[in-house]
């Protein structure tokens, strides 16, 4: 191999590096948004099985009256 070969080869391994670490980001990225939507939700789902719960003691109370 003589030194125009290797600068190709330096110049392809840059360029893929450089395009799997983009890809990299964007991945973390999307992952950090999901697990801001999964934690939004769970709150959501924690607050309405709250009020599920606050509504049935209420109705079971009014049907002992």
Excluded at 15 to 28: D, Y
Excluded at 35 to 41: D, G, H, N, P, S
Aim: charged content about 30%.
């Amino acid at each position: 191999m003589n030194e125009e070969d290797y600068k190709a080869i330096i110049a392809t391994y840059q360029q893929k590096a450089f395009e799997l670490f983009n890809q990299n980001i964007v991945l973390e990225t999307q992952l950090n948004s999901f697990k801001q939507k999964v934690e939004t939700l769970t709150q959501e789902n924690a607050k309405l099985k709250a009020a599920k719960a606050r509504k049935t003691k209420v109705t079971e109370s009014e049907d002992f009256t």
